[in-house]
């Protein structure tokens, strides 16, 4: 066995010994291996919701509903119907489709409109998106569910009236205190007499509720138009917004094709623009497979692993929302593994470099968190979905007379604005229009080989989505980790400027510990790296078709959010 193979199997096995109760996968709750259909989610609540949409027969487009709404609920600062989600959807039959439900800039939103002021597009009314979930979830809905409509939404619209606050909603609610306190709405629904909710008390929010029950009832056209529209547009109106109800009436979803590209003996199918995060993941797997298995192992595979991400985040500022902008050169450069070849001659194994080394001309955003899902059912259809209202918590505006958390998604575009010789300039490919999507990371994917369904695998986290999904996808296909393995081994991360690399030192809601091992520290800082250690990142769900063995899935949700599949 190689050197490297050797260190990363010490490291995992330091891991799983510092991980509460680990004493085997058997027995942890965040897997479960299942003969018919199963569900990864953020919260177990969730996933048992959407494996009882499986039991009674439906799809995993049904499941991915129920799912989803359920995670808005339960999850808000992570996702909801305020928001937006790329949802893919890959069917027994090999048909692949991408369900775009992006936020979009409201028509009267303006390149210059917050003049150079970062904190009006970052928080507040102004920082609101046309909210795209609910279309999404439907048009998906109609095109591939066999469960009435009304019985995905109820469940949801159930859990608003009254659930328990998590660990991990607890601990994004403290994060998030002045914001929550210092709006009317918000503290409503996740505060009392003054303080927040601890964990285990129970959250209510009715008019969620109300709202969830118009769209069991009516479908979208109850949120995009009549009373709850009317509703919100007053209530972001009333709080300084400039969205109105013909933005709601008029925002429309975009079915897409999905990437594809083979690598590693793998098809791994991924999210195109708006979102740089699939071309991204394709990109530096094409750089890595070139070093083969044993390449990416050890230290040496991570420190190849972070320029590979560097050169990433150096493209990643030319892409943008497609039906405004040609980025058609972009990806498929980013998907040529000529390309990854060029890029790959520029790594050098003893040493890393300054961000003008990678080429980057775009001063580089980050996103931020989400919710992501991965779901097989009994037929062997497909669906990996993130979800998004980007910070946690969204603008930090809960509309009162809806219950509605809505979304700051308007702060991933681009801002023009005065730059510095420190400072790249803003990407124009990514400055605001009317109906325009802001550029994003997510990047849901679904992974097969010889055309037989493989994996569907994703996860959250803002712009470190794509190297979160890399990671999982690498240590399951390429180092041969069982699942469970896969998402709990240690991560690293890299955004490029500041030129830091980011590696997990943290003990979660769950009392699991994650640290990135000494030996593979010190490797990486003899190479020039500076490191920073990391209370957080990426959460990942990941569902495997066991196609070589018994046939069945086993789910895995990410411990780092308390999160627990449910199959049957």
Same mark, same amino acid.
């Given at each position: 066995? +190689? ?15 510092? +991980? ?5 996968? +058997? ?10 259909? +199963? ?19 439906? $799809? ?43 936020? @979009? ?70 994060? $998030? ?50 009373? %709850? ?27 897409r094709r999905p990437l594809s590209q083979s690598v590693m003996g793998l098809t791994v199918l991924s999210m195109p623009p708006p979102s740089a995060g699939g071309a991204g993941l394709m990109l530096v797997l094409n750089i ?57 001659? @520029? ?17 580089i955003l980050q996103d931020h968190g989400t919710s992501h899902l991965s779901i097989v059912d009994g037929e062997r259809n497909a669906v990996s979905m993130t979800s998004t209202v980007n910070s946690y918590f969204g603008s ?22 005065? $730059? ?24 849901p994917t679904i992974v097969l080989k010889d055309g037989k369904l493989k994996a569907a695998v994703g996860a959250s986290g803002g712009s470190m989505i794509p190297a979160g999904t890399i990671e999982v996808l690498l240590n ?77 899935? $086993?789910? %895995? ?12």
């Open positions: 066995m +190689a050197p490297g193979r050797l260190r990363w199997s010490a490291a995992a096995l330091v891991l799983l010994f510092l +991980a509460a109760g680990a004493a085997a996968e +058997a027995v942890r709750r965040e897997v479960v291996t299942s003969p018919h259909g +199963a569900v990864a989610a953020d919260d177990g609540r969730c996933s048992r919701i959407g494996r009882d949409a499986l039991r009674r027969g439906g $799809t995993a487009v049904d499941a991915a509903v129920a799912t989803s709404l359920c995670l808005g609920v339960v999850s808000p600062a992570s996702s909801g119907i305020g928001g937006g989600a790329f949802m893919l959807v890959r069917l027994a039959d090999g048909t692949a489709v991408i369900y775009d439900s992006r936020e @979009t800039a409201p028509l009267a939103a303006t390149k210059d409109m917050y003049g150079g002021n970062d904190t009006l597009k970052a928080r507040g009314a102004l920082s609101i998106g046309v909210p795209g979930e609910i279309a999404g979830l439907y048009e998906a809905w109609k095109r591939h569910g066999k469960l009435p409509w009304k019985e995905l939404v109820l469940p949801a619209a159930k859990l608003a009236r009254a659930f328990r606050v998590s660990p991990y909603l607890h601990m994004q609610m403290k994060a $998030t205190e002045a914001g929550i306190l210092g709006n009317a709405g918000m503290r409503a629904v996740y505060a009392s007499d003054g303080a927040l909710l601890k964990v285990g008390d129970v959250c209510r929010n009715g008019k969620l509720a109300w709202t969830l029950q118009a769209v069991a009832e009516r479908g979208p056209a109850a949120f995009y138009g009549g009373s %709850v529209a009317d509703l919100l547009v007053k209530d972001v109106k009333e709080a300084g917004g400039i969205m109105t109800k013909e933005d709601l009436e008029k925002y429309q979803i975009k079915v890595l497979a070139q070093y083969g298995v044993s390449g990416i192992s050890g230290s040496l595979g991570i420190h190849r692993l972070v320029e590979s991400l560097k050169h990433y985040m150096a493209v990643k500022m030319n892409l943008g929302d497609p039906d405004f902008v040609d980025v058609g050169a972009v990806v498929s450069d980013m998907l040529s593994p000529k390309f990854a070849a060029e890029l790959k001659r @520029t790594i050098y194994d003893n040493m890393t470099f300054s961000p003008q080394h990678y080429g980057g001309r775009w001063n930090l505006i809960l509309s009162p007379s809806t219950g509605v958390l809505l979304n700051n998604e308007m702060d991933d575009f681009s801002m023009p604005g005065n $730059t510095t010789a420190n400072s790249p300039p803003p990407a124009p490919n990514n400055f605001v229009a009317p109906l325009k999507r802001p550029l994003s990371s997510m990047c399951h296909f390429a180092k041969n980790m069982d699942p469970l393995s896969s998402v709990m081994a240690p991560r690293v991360y890299h955004q490029l400027i500041p030129n830091v690399v980011q590696y997990e030192n943290w003990t979660t809601v769950t009392g699991d510990r994650f640290l990135l091992d000494a030996a593979t520290r010190g490797d990486l800082l003899k190479k020039g790296h500076v490191l920073k250690p990391l209370a957080g990142g990426t959460i990942s769900q990941l569902v495997v078709h066991n196609v070589e063995s018994r046939g069945d899935l $086993t789910a %895995v949700s990410d411990p780092r959010k308390g999160g627990v599949p449910a199959g049957y």
